[in-house]
Each structure stands twice: as structure tokens, then as C-alpha cells.
């Protein structure tokens, strides 16, 4: 052994170590697949990180980079009825050559972008896992890289997409996904971001070969056949993205998990609970009352369960089929009779009551309630202080409208948990914005920042379209002028084989029980805002056609009822909102209006109670609830950066007593000079016998030379009314030429 070693070392040293003592074997076997899509080299490549994961593919596109891995526990959670998936997208600072803001300076809570872009993976992926798994499975897409161009989100779907397909679990994709943007008449596939400024339509879709799973969009009033038109080019563009992922998979993928198999005595159960409950599950489905039919389902359940248990059957096997069997009862009804669990028909809107000017002191506030779902929505107007700053891995930008959407337990009847918002919240109150964002003002023409809360105090089925309502009206009742009124309705879906009924504002139960849920917001010129989720593998362009059909009718018709609470945006804003004034100043005299160390701006706002906001080309805006206070800023302002004019009478205090004059200060932070025989129209044998330091003078502008020196006359005023006085002026004689001195003189 030592003379081995002591060999090794020799050669090592004389540089003739090969390598021959160390087996040959490569430590990675790398899957790469590349192609080139819209444009961009799109890069897939497993087997070299993170190879302890069921699967792991990093993801680049151009030159964002993302680690995507999947993770699934190998035995079920016990105790769960649903499928226990989490997604977690984390943006890195490093990934764009930042070190984090805050006093710990690492990543903190997952930002609005992040817990946004979660849920937009989770979405069309959750419905391609088989039903009946509960096995614990965990998604994590890390943003390595961000090249400034290609937004991460995309390339973040499409690695899971790769993850989960290799990783052996149960997995019935794979599934591709991109971004559509419209310009000119033009679909845009994948447009950078910076593209994205200009383009009418941001449009994110996802889907199979098959068909789509996932829309999520924004758009500025846009045609349903644009729309559709641009859903369906999305789903023909990444189908190049799904090919490279089976090509990769074909070589990397692990061997599959076994389906999960249908639990024991199944079929005896399920047999029993249709004797037992299918007929009275039908009449509790006909009572009209959310609350009275929930009851009356919840006291059978609880019926058959008990009657279950003393037969010693399993409990928990017959909850699931229980709730599949409300889910059959439900969907066959409204596809035989097409009459729905309220008695209404597929394309009918239930009630509505619209109401605006709710509170007294908010700035604008509107109640709409459309069956037993009810939002109430209050909007709050603030200045240039109160914008958002949102620190953002692209770079710090400022946010002027804000929408809030919360969901109090007490809005379905429960008593729950009340705390930060959760990513359900967050992503009801971004469709929302989404849907007003492109009506809003431009902020040159309403210089307001914007904060909408919508408080759901009723749930019973789209609360985040109720929200669109109800934050039109709020947003009109602040007297903030949007272009058109904006409304929004959400589509369901019952699908049996080729037998399929669009169902218009689908109750909460439709949700659950049903195949779709399709939000389309708008005005009555287009679509502002759209919002797909499909629960089976994919749907057909034929539905998503009559869907955006029923959808227009459907929001016309509320748009209708809306108009009887609210035509259009006050004139005015609200007594209790600040009035903004908008005026511009040369930006030289900037520095003049701030201060040394902000001293005389924060003077102003603290004299005067108004708010000022200075802008660098020299805007300012001066807000306040007081007219008077902002009248009074104003001038102030006013009389720091004018400009002396000759021929004008200023009010003036005298601040410096000299022996040739004094020294008036008279417009702002200006000073002039009265001469002392300007002072009077009699001689003055003393300055300090006619004024006096702290008097208040008024002074009328002589001249202003090069150097901007300005001089001022008392006696050219009359003091007492401030109108000036005619004054005779001697124009001095030209001095006499002085005899050249002679030597001898």
C-alpha cells in the first residue's frame, strides 16, 4: 500500500499522473433537448442538478434560467379527500445581480409576483394527476438567471411540465404553455417584456395536445373572436414545446408509479348509498336556499355515515363517494332537464341589486349583491406619497392602482381564520385589477393614487366578478373617470362525453361539482380580462366559443342592472378626497421650492397642512382636503420661483437696515434693494428713520440687471392702498470734465 501511494505521488509530481488508478466513469448523465421556438433557443436538460428529486430539469430560455424539480411522497396522506399538490416559485435575487432590499438582506415572503405565478403552475397542472391519488407532491421552480427579456413564469410552467413527466409519478401530460401578445391585427408569440408596453392583449394559456387546461389574461377590450383566436394560437405554438419534452423523456423518464387502484368494496358502498340517498340528495338539491340546502345535505350525510358505521363499513371511503355521488346527482339533472340546482336555466343571471354611496366618509363606495354572492367596495384616492413601490427582480417600479380583495369567513357562514391574505385572495383581487386596470386614467390626466378594497361579505359563486362590478361602481361613485363601466361573470361547465351544458354565473356548487370555471370581464366593447381553469384534461374550441358567447349576454345584462345605480364617474371627486393641483415650475428652481435638506418644502406642508410632490422635470402637485390649505401652498410655491417684474407692486419685509438703503425680501426667498432715496419723496437723513427691521412694506420693481439684482422703491407706493404713486424723476446732470492737472499746478 505505501509503495503504491508513494508511486502515485512520483508520478503526480512528474506530471505523468494520467489517471489510470482512477476508475473512468462519468459522475453525470446529462439528457439535453434543444429547440429553437419563437425565435429563442429553448433548452431542457436533466440529470445534472438536484438528482435526488423524483425529477429535476433546468429550463432556459434565451437567457432565463429556472430549476424546476418534483417530489412525490411514496405512500398516500392518510385522512384527505383531495390531492395534496403544492407549487412554490421562488425568484432569486442573484438571478438578476441583485442583493435583496430590507434589514436582513435575503429573501423574505413570497412577493405578490411569486405567490401569482404558483398558482398560474398549480392551475393546469393539478387536473392531469389521476383521480384517487393522494400522495403528497411538492413543485419548487427556482429562477436562476433573468435575462431582462423572457419573464420567468413561462419558462417556470414548462420545466414542471418536463419535471413531472420524468419523474415517474402518475402524470397524464405533458403540457406546454406560452404567452400571446396582439398587435396591429397581429398574434405575438412569447413577446419580450419590453414589447409587452405596447401590445393590446397579455395572454398566458396552457394545454395539452389535446386541448386547453389554463388561460389567464389581460386585454384592452378586445373582440371574444380575438380572444378565442388567440387562445387557439397559443395551443398551436407550444405544441413544438410538448414534442421536446416526450424527445427528452423518451431517454431520462423513470420508471412509472403504479396508478393508484380503486379502494376495497368500493362498489358495495357506492351501491348502498344509492339506495340510500341518491332520491333524497335529488330533493335537497331542489331547495332554492344556500344555507337551507347545505343543512339539509349535511343532516343526510351525517345520517348515512352513522348508519354506515354501526354496519361497520369504511367511513372515510363512503364521505368520498358520498361526495361523488352529490357531484352525479347534480351534473345528470342539469344535462337531462338542463335546469340547474336554483331553478334556473343554463344562460340565466340571477337578481341583481346595485348600490352606490354607501359610506358617508369614504371617497367612493358601492354594494352589488347578484343572488347570494354580495361585494361590497370601497375606494380610497391619495397622492403621489401613497403609491406602492414594488421591488421586483426586472427592477423597483411604483404601483399608482391598487385592488384589494378579502374573503371573511363570515361570507359562507363559518367561523375561520382572519389574517394576512392567503394566495387565493391574492389571485381573485389580480383577476379584478387585470379587468380595471386597462379602463383606468392615465395619470396625467387624474394624478391620484388609487387603493380599491373589496370586502365579499356573501359568498355564494364568482365573488372575484362581483368585485369587478362593484369596483366599477365604487370607482365612478370617487368621481374617477374610467373610460366605460366594467362587468364580469363567470362560466361553468358539465361535461359527459360528448353531451356538454355552458352554464352563465355559476353558483359555488356548480363550481365544485363542475368541469370549468371560465371569468370573463368587460365592457360593453370587449373583454378586458379573462380567466380559464378546466378540472378534466382539456376542453374543445367549440366550448370555449359558446362559453365566450354566453359570457357577452351575460355581462351586457349586468352591465344593464349596473347602470341604474351608476351611469358614469361624478364630476367631482368626493369633499373628503384631497383636491391635486398640477403645475409646472423650470427645473432649476427645483432646489429653490426643496431646500437645503428639504427644510423649506417641509415648512410648507407643515404651515399650510397641504401635501407636496415634486417630480424631477419639475411637476408638482400639491394635494389637500382643505382648499384653503392648498391654495395657500400654492402661492407660497408660486412666490419662491417666480421672477421679479419690473412695473409691479410686491408686499415686502424689510430684513437688513444699511446706511445707503434696505434690504426688502418680497417674493419668496427674494431680497431687493431700496435705496435710501427711494424710501421717501423727501430727503431721508437716516434709513432707520422711515422703516425698520420686520416691517411690512410694499415695494415697486425699478430694474433687474445681469447679475439678477433687483431694485425696489417705497416712495413710487402709496403704503397704505398699495397703488402706485406717479413720481417725478431728475435725471442727473452728466458730470463736468475735469480740467487736466497741469505739473506745475
Known amino acids: 500500500m505505501v509503495s503504491f501511494l508513494g508511486s502515485l505521488h512520483t508520478e503526480i509530481e512528474q506530471g505523468n499522473f494520467s489517471g489510470r488508478y482512477v476508475k473512468e466513469k462519468k459522475m453525470f448523465d ?47 396522506r392518510q385522512g384527505v379527500d383531495f390531492f395534496p399538490l403544492t407549487v412554490n416559485y421562488q425568484e432569486k435575487a442573484f438571478a438578476a445581480g441583485k442583493i435583496p432590499g430590507g434589514f436582513f438582506k435575503r429573501e423574505g415572503r413570497p412577493s405578490e409576483k411569486e405567490t401569482l405565478t404558483s398558482r398560474l403552475i398549480d392551475r393546469p397542472i393539478r387536473p392531469l394527476f389521476p383521480n384517487g391519488f393522494r400522495n403528497e407532491t411538492q413543485i419548487i421552480c427556482t429562477v436562476l438567471a433573468h435575462d431582462m427579456e423572457n419573464d420567468p413564469d413561462i419558462v417556470s410552467l414548462i420545466g414542471a411540465s418536463a419535471a413531472l413527466t420524468i419523474s415517474g409519478v402518475p ?11 396582439y398587435q396591429d391585427g397581429e398574434f405575438i408569440l412569447n413577446p419580450h417584456l419590453g414589447e409587452m408596453e405596447d401590445t393590446d392583449l397579455d395572454l398566458v394559456v396552457a394545454g395539452t395536445r389535446e386541448g386547453v387546461l389554463m388561460v389567464e389574461s389581460q386585454a384592452n377590450e378586445l373582440s371574444e373572436e380575438v380572444m378565442l383566436g388567440s387562445v387557439m394560437f397559443g395551443h398551436e405554438q407550444f405544441q413544438p414545446v410538448i414534442d421536446a419534452i416526450i424527445s427528452m423523456a423518451e431517454s431520462s423518464a423513470k420508471e412509472p408509479w403504479d396508478l393508484p387502484k380503486a379502494p376495497e368494496g368500493q362498489d358495495e358502498i357506492l351501491k348502498i348509498l344509492k339506495d340510500r340517498a341518491e332520491e333524497p340528495l335529488r330533493r335537497a338539491y331542489e331547495i332554492k336556499s344556500k344555507q337551507d340546502r347545505m343543512e339539509s345535505i349535511t343532516e343526510l350525510k351525517h345520517s348515512v355515515l352513522d348508519q354506515l358505521e354501526t354496519e361497520e363499513q369504511d367511513i372515510e371511503l363512503a364521505a368520498s363517494i358520498f361526495k361523488n355521488l352529490e357531484k352525479d346527482v ?11 340546482i336554483d331553478g334556473r336555466d343554463t344562460s340565466s343571471v340571477r337578481p341583481i341589486e346595485c348600490e352606490v354611496g354607501i359610506l358617508e366618509r369614504s371617497h367612493g363606495s358601492s354594494l352589488f349583491t347578484r343572488g347570494e354572492t354580495q361585494a361590497f367596495v370601497i375606494t380610497t384616492l391619495g397622492t403621489g406619497q401613497d403609491e406602492q413601490i414594488i421591488d421586483a427582480i426586472e427592477g423597483e417600479y411604483r404601483r399608482r392602482f391598487m385592488l384589494h380583495y378579502n374573503f371573511p369567513p363570515y361570507s359562507v357562514g363559518e367561523a375561520g381564520r382572519v389574517g394576512s391574505p392567503g394566495r387565493r385572495e391574492i389571485g381573485h383581487g389580480k383577476l379584478a385589477w387585470r379587468a380595471i386596470r386597462p379602463l383606468m386614467p392615465e395619470h396625467e390626466d387624474f394624478p391620484y393614487t388609487v387603493r380599491v378594497v373589496s370586502e365579499i361579505t356573501e359568498s355564494n359563486g364568482s365573488s372575484s366578478m362581483a368585485t369587478v362590478c362593484g369596483t366599477s361602481m365604487s370607482l365612478m361613485d370617487a368621481g374617477v373617470p374610467m373610460k366605460r363601466p366594467c362587468a364580469g361573470i363567470a362560466m361553468g361547465l358539465i361535461k359527459e362525453g360528448e353531451k356538454f351544458a355552458v352554464l352563465s354565473d355559476i353558483l359555488g356548487d356548480e363550481d365544485h361539482l363542475g368541469d370549468m370555471d371560465f371569468k370573463v370581464a368587460g365592457t360593453e366593447e370587449g373583454v378586458t380580462a ?10 374543445t374550441e367549440e366550448i370555449m366559443q359558446v362559453a ?50 428639504g427644510k423649506v418644502i417641509r415648512e410648507i406642508c407643515e404651515t399650510t397642512g397641504a401635501k407636496v410632490d415634486i417630480e424631477d422635470d419639475g411637476t408638482i402637485k400639491v394635494a389637500s382636503v382643505d382648499n384653503e390649505a392648498g391654495e395657500s401652498a400654492i402661492a407660497w410655491i408660486q412666490s419662491i420661483v417666480a421672477e421679479p417684474e419690473v412695473g409691479k407692486v410686491y408686499e415686502g419685509k424689510v430684513v437688513k437696515i444699511v446706511d445707503f438703503g434696505a434690504f426688502v425680501n418680497f417674493l419668496g426667498s427674494k431680497d431687493g434693494l431700496v435705496h435710501i432715496s427711494e424710501l421717501a419723496n423727501e430727503r431721508v437723513p437716516s434709513v432707520s428713520d422711515v422703516v425698520s427691521e420686520g416691517q ?50
Not at 40 to 50: F, N, Q, S, Y
Not at 330 to 340: A, K, M, P, S, Y
Not at 530 to 539: F, R
Open 330 to 340: 347534480v351534473r345528470g339533472n342539469i344535462l337531462e332537464t338542463g335546469q340547474r
Open 696 to 745: 411690512e412694506v410694499k415695494v415697486l420693481v425699478l430694474a433687474v440687471d445681469d447679475r439678477g439684482k433687483v431694485k425696489l422703491s417705497m416712495r413710487a407706493v402709496d403704503q397704505s392702498t398699495g397703488e402706485e404713486v406717479p413720481v417725478e424723476r431728475k435725471d442727473r446732470e452728466p458730470r463736468r470734465e475735469r480740467r487736466p492737472r497741469n505739473k506745475n499746478d
Open 30 to 76: 446529462v439528457t439535453k433537448k434543444e429547440i429553437e421556438w419563437g425565435g429563442r433557443p429553448l433548452v431542457l436538460e436533466a440529470g445534472k442538478i438536484a438528482r435526488q428529486a423524483d425529477g429535476a430539469v433546468m429550463t432556459t430560455y434565451g437567457g432565463t434560467q429556472v430549476l424546476c424539480t418534483a417530489v412525490a411522497a411514496k405512500n398516500p
Open 171 to 181: 402524470f397524464f401530460g405533458p403540457l406546454g404553455a406560452c404567452r400571446v401578445g
Open 548 to 597: 365566450l358567447g354566453q359570457a357577452r349576454d351575460g355581462r351586457l345584462h349586468i352591465l344593464a342592472e349596473m347602470r341604474d345605480a351608476i351611469t358614469s364617474a361624478r364630476e367631482d371627486v368626493s369633499q373628503n378626497a384631497p383636491r391635486i393641483t398640477t403645475f409646472q415650475i423650470a427645473r432649476e428652481k427645483i432646489r429653490d421650492v426643496i431646500g437645503t435638506g
Open 530 to 539: 379573462l380567466q380559464m381553469d378546466i378540472k378534466i384534461t382539456s376542453i
